[in-house]
Each structure stands twice: as C-alpha cells, then as structure tokens.
C-alpha cells in the first residue's frame, strides 16, 4: 500500500538479544519519527530524521538504541542487549517535512521474555 | 509547564452528547496544531489540522486560542465509535527537539450506550 510500512508486526525475543526493527516511509516524506509507546501510556519519542541532516536522537534512552536512515528510505531501530524493559510498541511515523502532519505505521509489539 | 498537557479523563459520556477537550501548551512560538485519535492498540491517525481561524469537519470543531495558548476539540452528537484516544500534536517551526512535534498524552473518550 501507500502507508507507512513496519516489520516485523511482533517480535517475541529473549533478554539479551538484539532486535532491529525496520520502517518503510511514504515515498517523498523526508521526515521519520520513531516513538515508543509502552501499554496504556503516551508516546515517546526517540529519534528523527529530516532529510539529509543530523538525526535528533535526543529521545533515545540509553547507547542500547540506535537507528539508522540512508536519505529518505527505509529507517532501521536498532535495541541491543534487550531488557524487559524494552517490551512496547515502537511507532514509527513519517511526514512530507517539519510542519506537516504525520502519518503512522501500525508499529512493531516487541515483547521481551 | 510540561510542552503540551492534556487532562487524561477518561471522560464518559452518553450518545448523543456533547463532549470538549483542551490542551495546552507552553511554547508560544508553536505554529502548527493537530489532533489525532488513538484506538486501543492501535496507530495514532490524525482527525484533524487546527486553524487559526477555527475549523470544522463534520461533528468536530476544532479551536485555536493563541492569547491563551490552548486548543480545542468539540464532538457533537456522540457516536460509540468517537470511544479512543485524542491526541493533542504542537509542531514548532524552528527550534526545539522531538523533531519540532510534541504530543500529548491524551484524553480518553468513552462513550456510552
């Protein structure tokens, strides 16, 4: 579709491991957010993405999260040595530039055992 | 003050009722205003963009109140569908982190048979 596409849906891994989760923006957005929302909770930011410049990873809450995003294609998140923690849904929302609304992909429900 | 604040209800309201929420927010060179809704478990979507002017769409009126830095949202006539999640969303042109979009937590709504 024309929406913006993450995988996997779910991931179920053990405590420990590393996960990446992986965001298809909107063809032409240059904006990509990654959110974190954990149940029953708002959302949280971790990083952005605007085009060619330095992402803001001001949201990022330890050096175990990072991401990565080649112009304006497919972002990876990338969460090692997971703690439980680390379960929550991870949203990633794209947007044609700063001021634009954003537009959601129907997120990654990562569970740590 | 915290960037964008909501009241996080829940409301509960019969059909058929008239129901308003209003966010805050603390940064007033704030340009851009949006409201979006939240299904249980489910990606946030955008409802609506709010203009200076006031818009409406429907059964929703959204309101802009710079002097006093708030927006608004109005449901008219409640349907069982409008139960979720409405998010307030304050984008800053320039400046700022979060890459210049600030959510809120969210006001719950539900509504009852």
């Known amino acids: 579709g024309a929406g913006v596409s993450q995988s996997p849906s779910n991931k179920v891994t053990e405590k420990g491991k590393d996960v990446e989760l992986r965001c298809d923006p909107i063809?032409?957005?240059?904006?990509l957010y990654w959110y974190r929302q954990r149940l029953g909770q708002g959302l949280e930011f971790l990083i952005y993405f605007q085009g060619n410049s330095a992402p803001d990873k001001s949201g990022l809450p330890s050096d175990r999260f990072s991401a990565e995003r080649t112009g304006e294609s497919v972002s990876t998140l990338t969460i090692q040595r997971t703690q439980q923690e680390d379960s929550a849904v991870y949203l990633c929302?794209?947007?044609?530039?700063?001021?634009?609304?954003?537009?959601f992909g129907d997120g990654t429900r990562l569970s740590i055992l | 003050r915290k960037e964008v604040e909501q009241d996080p209800g829940p409301f509960n309201v019969p059909e058929g009722a008239t129901v308003a929420f209003n966010c805050t927010y603390s940064?007033?060179?704030?340009?851009?205003f949006f409201w979006y809704r939240q299904d249980c478990r489910k990606e946030p979507k955008l409802l609506m963009s709010?203009?200076?002017s006031g818009n409406e769409d429907g059964r929703f009126t959204a309101q802009l109140n710079r002097a006093s830095q708030y927006i608004s949202l109005l449901i008219r006539d409640s349907k069982l569908s409008d139960s979720a999640t409405y998010l307030c969303v304050v984008n800053i042109r320039d400046g700022g982190s979060q890459g210049n979009l600030i959510f809120g937590k969210g006001t719950k709504l539900s509504v009852k048979p």
């Open positions: 940064n007033s060179a704030s340009q851009s």
């Open positions: 929302a794209s947007s044609p530039g700063r001021v634009q609304p954003q537009h």
């Open positions: 063809s032409g957005h240059t904006a």
């Open positions: 709010v203009y200076s």
